[in-house]
């Protein structure tokens, strides 16, 4: 089923934000309340295909890819600075569609830290945050000296993978190196998120990972004990935040698109 297309919008080609530099491609379709979705780290929009698909029936999505994915082209710095100042040129594109509320903006993984961040600085520009799968206040970091290699080699056959989708919605430009020091970087913006939620005030919800990491002993299990501990370190001291864990990995958005859609349509009602 195709979903409806809402009215009287601008041509397609009018819906580009501008950023660093950057010209960031926006697609929107459905109808009905405001939604903004953020995609992650090594994620695209063409990725989210069916979350997106799912979300249109009932809602008006605009999403978009970061700097160096999908539709928006590779840049001279990969930070979470400069990834977040991609969300806030599209939020403020997003401001001037007349849309007559302000969205729920919805984001996984990096995505969701660059929600939280972006409605922290910006009161008032969001309706509610869902949060995939991210933006988690983890108490320990998740790149330890005893796990780089592991994820070095990782994301270097990950990026010898993307080769395969350079030129479509898919790609991802990023080096395996980028990928690494992005990850770090993360892992310090976690450190001290737990700051940035009282800042918020507009209702929050979570979509958590139960095995993050995958099933298994070793590495896997002590990063989903470290994930769960963040969050129920979170509700702790933001016991407003609801929370609900889908039995999935890190690719719950690809596994429970379905479960998530429902759970964004009853958050945003």
Not at 135 to 155: C, G, K, Q, S
Not at 182 to 191: H, P, Q, W, Y
Request: aromatic share 4%; glycine share 10%.
């Amino acid at each position: 089923m195709t979903p409806a297309t809402s009215t009287n919008r601008p041509p397609s080609g009018e819906l580009t934000a501008h950023h660093d530099g950057l010209a960031i491609p926006l697609s929107r379709g459905g109808r009905g309340r405001p939604l903004v979705l953020c995609p992650g780290l090594n994620s695209t929009q063409a990725d989210l295909g069916e979350l997106i698909e799912l979300l249109r029936h009932d809602h008006d999505v605009v999403t978009f890819d970061l700097r160096g994915h999908g539709r928006t082209p590779a840049a001279d710095r990969y930070s979470f600075e400069a990834f977040l100042g991609d969300l806030d040129a599209v939020m403020a594109r997003v401001g001037r569609l007349g849309l007559g509320r302000a969205p729920v903006l919805v984001g996984y993984s990096l995505g969701a830290d660059l929600a939280v961040h972006h409605a922290a600085r910006h009161p008032g520009s969001v309706a509610g945050l869902v949060l995939i799968d991210g933006a988690n206040p983890v108490p320990e970091p998740f790149l330890t000296e005893d796990v780089l290699p592991r994820f070095r080699a990782m994301w270097e056959e990950l990026a010898a993978q993307q080769q395969s989708r350079r030129g479509t919605p898919r790609q991802v430009l990023l080096t395996a190196r980028q990928i690494l020091d992005l990850n770090a970087e993360i892992d310090a913006v976690r450190s001290g998120i737990l700051s940035r939620y009282p800042m918020i005030d507009r209702p929050i919800s979570m979509i958590m990972s139960i095995s993050m990491a995958g099933a298994g002993d070793g590495p896997a299990a002590r990063f989903n004990r470290n994930w769960r501990a963040g969050i129920e370190r979170l509700v702790r001291e933001q016991p407003r935040i609801a929370t609900t864990w889908l039995d999935a990995d890190h690719g719950l958005v690809f596994t429970h698109a379905t479960e998530i859609a429902r759970i964004i349509r009853k958050t945003a009602a």
